[in-house]
Each structure stands twice: as C-alpha cells, then as structure tokens.
Nanobody
C-alpha cells in the first residue's frame, strides 16, 4: 500500500509558476512508476509528466519546455515544477504511483490538488 499526498496547488496568474509536491508513504526508489496526471472539468484525465527508464523523463506535448518532473529519493517526494502557466493548464493535478509486484501492477493515486490559472 502506497499513500500519496499532493500539495502546492493554488491560484496563479498566466505566466506564473507553481511547484507541486507529492510525498509518498514509502521509499520512492522502490516504486516502479511515478508520474503526474491532470484532469480539467469535463475532460479525461491525461498523463502530464513521467519518469521513464532510469532518470529519463517524458511530457505531454502541451507542457514540454514549461514543466519539469523531478524527485528527491531522500524525502520520498516527487515534484512538478510548472512555469509559464496558461489558463488551459487549469485542472486538478494528481500524483500517481505504479508498483509491479508478483507480475501484477498496482496503481495508487493522491487526492489531487487544484491548479487554477487566471487573471
């Protein structure tokens, strides 16, 4: 069982920045996948940023060059630095962890944190 707690959301003006944090209840070094999703009103949840093999990262096209996913293994925390925010980035952002155990994947989600980009 992995518990995830997000923080750092809020209201920001277009062009501003926010940093989201996702604190895990267990060592993130033991978690196979950690990534950030978001869901805007009336839209499907979409994958925003993820770690691929090793420390490689991947992003949805709409955030490339503006968002950065990072992690601090010592703090069991994953971050999402969001710069040059746009109104279309407004959504609830969710941290996700995927654990492969005995050939079965287990998915864990945080409660979500609201990000609103508006003037």
């Amino acid at each position: 069982q992995v518990q995830l707690v997000e923080s750092g959301g809020g209201l920001v003006q277009p062009g501003g920045s926010l940093r989201l944090s996702c604190a895990a209840s267990t060592s993130i070094a033991s978690i196979n996948l950690m990534d950030w999703y978001r869901q805007a009103p009336g839209m499907q949840r979409e994958l925003v940023a993820t770690f691929t093999s090793g420390d490689s990262t991947n992003y949805v096209d709409s955030v490339k060059g503006r968002f950065t996913i990072s992690r601090d293994n010592a703090k069991n925390t994953v971050y999402l630095q969001m710069n040059s925010l746009k109104p279309e980035d407004t959504a609830v952002y969710y941290c996700h962890a995927g654990v492969l155990y005995r050939a079965r994947w287990y998915s864990y989600w945080g409660q979500g944190t609201q990000v609103t980009v508006s003037s």
